[in-house]
Structures are given as structure tokens and as C-alpha cells.
């Protein structure tokens, strides 16, 4: 089984920034496995943020950011750490939600597809004003 811890989270004014990191322990099926953000706000459907595709001579082999973030939020994992990162500049008020790290393994899910993802942490808040 794959666990997920999510840390980082917190209050800043727009235009700051927060760097998410997400810890990853346990084994997954396949040695091709997806990691990713979402968050989702008040309301909100859970909305896919970045993605992060690695595979066993190359990690982080591919990695994709949603349009609303594009610019400002660079998805990244260490192999060494086995942790996910999600860097968040120029925050928005509109960025404030709770921000979870998940991971899909063999496959790599749409972002636009939650329920698609395997696993996922207990979230991290976000709050931007």
C-alpha cells in the first residue's frame, strides 16, 4: 500500500508564496506511477492542480499543470526524499483551498478525473487573503 503525508500548508497574503511537500512511503504496484495535486474549496468540486509522471530510469519524467495555475505553480519530486513538492507563487485569494497529494499507479489519470486517482493524503489547508 501507498501512504501520503502532506505538510506546508498555511496563511499568507496574495502575492506570496508556499511550497507544498508531500511524503511518500510504501510500495507501489508498478515502478511507472503518477503523482499529483488537487485541491478543492469550499463548495468546489476537486479540481487537478499538477501532475507529475515518473518511471524507473527517469524520475519526474513528465509533468503537467493545470491552466488556472500555469506560470505560478511548478510541480517537482525528489527520488532521494521520495517527496512530491508543489511550489505556489503569486498566490490569489482564489487559490485558497485544501490541497490534497495523490498518487495513481500504473497509470497516470487525467487531472480531470479525481475519483481515477488511487491514493491520497489527508490534505493540507491553504489560505490565501
Known amino acids: 500500500d501507498v501512504q501520503l503525508v502532506e505538510s506546508g500548508g498555511g496563511s499568507v497574503q496574495a502575492g506570496g508564496s508556499l511550497r507544498l511537500s508531500c511524503a511518500v512511503s510504501?510500495?507501489?504496484?508498478?515502478?511507472?506511477?503518477?503523482l499529483a495535486w488537487f485541491r478543492q474549496a469550499p463548495g468546489k468540486e476537486r479540481e487537478g492542480v499538477a501532475a507529475?509522471?515518473?518511471?524507473?530510469?527517469?524520475?519526474?519524467?513528465?509533468?503537467t499543470i493545470a491552466t488556472s495555475v500555469k506560470g505560478r505553480f511548478t510541480i517537482s519530486q525528489d527520488n532521494t526524499k521520495n517527496t512530491v513538492y508543489l511550489q505556489m507563487n503569486s498566490l490569489k485569494p482564489e487559490d485558497t483551498a485544501m490541497y490534497y497529494c495523490t498518487a495513481d499507479d500504473p497509470t497516470c489519470t487525467s487531472l480531470s478525473w479525481a475519483p481515477g486517482w488511487d491514493y491520497w493524503g489527508q490534505g493540507t489547508q491553504v489560505t490565501v487573503s
Open positions: 510504501g510500495a507501489f504496484y508498478s515502478r511507472h506511477y503518477c
Open positions: 507529475t509522471w515518473t518511471a524507473a530510469s527517469r524520475p519526474g519524467a513528465f509533468a
